[in-house]
């Protein structure tokens, strides 16, 4: 079974530009999940998407979108960089099929803003 | 927010010595995760433990859990240079699993 792959691995943006990041789960699992990964602050819960459907959202400001096509592939947007926004951008995926699943990751998208 | 927070932040251990990282929680949990992620990489699940169940085990790996106290520990015995990565709880925080900011173990040859 092929894990969970993000694409691009690596991005360098500048201020102000957006930017699209991909995630392609598991087959069969229906739930991504998005995470924000810093030094400073851990990693932090964006949003999560079920059957196309945002079923969870994080504390992140409306910069920061996504989707999940009907293949349950995933694509989360951020709009207007801004120099914070540097990090490590992780996407994981489950069934969705019950609560607090053992998430599979994949191997995230590093994002520097210049 | 973090839900769980590992202790201590960073650990410098040598080969074959035990490493043991701590969680604290706020919150009832219904489960507690161990997930290890090598530099720059992917999240890889180590260990899951029920509220139910106070102690697991996997391979080199000896995971607690005491809710009472709302904390869990996790050993990992004879440790091998490969150990060297950082080590996150996760807390089932409102369906989703929520991360502490992780405990950086380096194992020296």
């Known amino acids: 079974k092929a894990g969970v792959t993000q694409t691009p691995r690596y991005l360098i943006k500048t201020r102000g530009q957006q930017v699209t990041l991909s995630c392609s789960p598991i087959?069969?699992?229906?739930?991504v999940s998005w995470y924000q990964q810093t030094p400073g602050q851990g990693l932090q819960f964006l949003f999560e998407y079920f059957s196309e459907t945002q079923r969870n959202k994080g504390n992140f400001p409306g910069r920061f979108s996504g989707r999940q096509f009907s293949n349950s592939r995933s694509e989360m947007n951020v709009s207007t960089l801004e120099l914070g926004d540097s990090a490590l951008y992780l996407c994981a995926s489950t069934s969705g099929d019950a609560t607090n699943e053992k998430l599979f990751f994949g191997s995230g998208t590093q994002l520097s803003v210049l | 927010s973090q839900q769980g927070e590992e202790d201590p932040q960073a650990l410098s251990i040598q080969e074959g010595e035990n490493a043991t990282m701590n969680c604290s929680y706020k919150?009832?949990?219904?489960?507690l995760q161990w997930y290890r992620q090598n530099s720059g990489r992917g999240l890889v699940h180590l260990i899951l433990?029920?509220?139910?169940?106070r102690e697991k085990h996997s391979g080199r790996l000896r995971v607690t859990l005491d809710t009472s106290k709302k904390s869990s520990s996790l050993l990992i015995t004879a440790s091998r240079a490969a150990d060297t990565a950082s080590y996150f709880c996760a807390t089932d925080h409102s369906y989703i699993p929520t991360f502490g900011r992780g405990t950086s173990l380096i194992v020296h040859p």
């Open positions: 087959s069969g699992h229906r739930s």
């Open positions: 919150t009832s949990i219904n489960n």
């Open positions: 433990i029920r509220s139910n169940e």
